[in-house]
């Protein structure tokens, strides 16, 4: 190859991501090169593991098609900050469904960002007021990315957190791994300080600092990972037992006047998986169901979760379909005092 060549792999290899059928001679003229230049810079391509199609005849060209691995992607200025923000706003929010996943490809995306587009990616973000649903935290993304290059790279942190009755500390952990609850971020660590483990609200971790000292990870508590192990897995069973400790469990028994599907399509799945069956004692306490079935038919809940019974309560009305509360008893009594105060505010003078 000569000097120019990898400069022109990359260049061909940009126009071949955009979803289209490039003809030989349009390549050739838009790299300033010859049909046989192309044809070889091709075959190189497919060397490199790219599928790259090509089409015979007067109309035939190239396009890159489905393999079976991700090959590099190469984006233009436009498609990287149209990347970046995007996962920036979802990650930010915690959003049911953007797990630690999506923050590793923010992190390794902002690593690599030249710092002309890295402010441009911050300017669209301070400019912007994202309209969330209010049940969650917002993070700074900037926050996130830290944790979990420092989680990836086996790397300590230092940063200040708050805890619950905002008593302000200095913490220098091992970072392990991101959780995603759908609501809060979570990060668990062992803190070097107090030689043990703990698990961090990240929504009170701020000013993140990772110091660039490397360390072993050390297995979880009651789990064989560490270095090896299960990693994510050991990290959400550790995660779920140590806030089973800290709260209170609710064991939810619920009737919806609807069919299942419709109401998994709107309860967060941390709550469970309600099961198709008919209403309490044969009726339907709200009549005719959302899905069109017949009355008497529905779906129950039975699950347990840690949750705080405010959220739960606003959770099961944004269900958007009548239902009945069984258990436990102290979630019945907060949505007696709900709906009391509800009422009173619709009857309020005007």
């Known amino acids: 190859m000569t000097d120019t060549t990898p400069a022109r792999l990359l260049k061909l290899l940009s126009l071949l991501q955009t979803p289209r059928e490039w003809p030989g001679g349009e390549l050739a003229e838009r790299l300033d090169v010859t049909p046989r230049t192309i044809r070889r ?6 060397e490199l593991g790219y599928p790259v199609e090509a089409s015979r ?25 149209a990347i970046a923000v995007g996962l920036r706003a979802g990650a930010g929010h915690a959003i049911e469904g953007v797990d630690e996943a999506s923050v590793r490809a923010l992190a390794k995306l902002e690593q690599v960002l030249p710092a002309r587009l890295r402010h441009r990616v911050s300017s669209l973000q301070n400019a912007t007021v994202p309209l969330t649903r209010g049940d969650g935290s917002t993070i700074d993304p900037r926050t996130l990315t830290t944790l979990a290059s420092a989680a990836t790279g086996q790397e300590r942190l230092r940063f200040a957190y708050r805890s619950g009755d905002g008593t302000e500390t200095r913490r220098q952990v091992e970072p392990y791994r991101l959780v995603s609850t759908g609501r809060r971020w979570y990060l668990v660590a062992y803190d070097l300080l107090r030689e043990d483990w703990r698990t961090f609200r990240v ?24 270095a090896d192990g299960g990693g994510a897995e050991d990290a959400a069973r550790y995660f779920a037992r140590s806030m089973a400790g800290r709260q209170p469990e609710l064991r939810l028994d619920v009737w919806f006047a609807a069919p299942a599907e419709f109401v998994v399509a709107r309860l967060p799945p941390t709550l469970g998986v309600p099961e198709p069956v008919p209403g309490p004692e044969g009726e339907n306490p709200g009549g005719e169901n959302p899905g069109g079935e017949n009355s008497g038919n529905g779906c129950r809940l039975r699950s347990s979760c840690t949750d705080s019974l405010e959220w739960v309560a606003l959770r099961l009305a944004l269900v958007d379909c009548e239902f009945t509360v069984q258990g436990p008893p102290e979630l ?16 309020a003078p005007r």
Do not use: C, M
Request: net charge negative.
């Open 41 to 46: 810079d091709i075959d190189r391509l497919r």
């Open 57 to 81: 005849g007067s109309a035939g060209g190239y396009r890159l098609v489905a393999g079976a691995a991700l090959p590099p992607l190469v984006l233009d200025d436009e498609e990287a900050v």
């Open 203 to 226: 929504d009170r971790v701020s000013e993140p600092f990772a110091t660039g000292a490397r360390f072993t990870p050390r297995p979880l508590p009651g789990e064989s990972g560490g």
């Open 332 to 347: 019945v009594e907060h949505l007696e005092r709900l709906g009391a105060r509800l009422t009173r505010a619709a009857g």
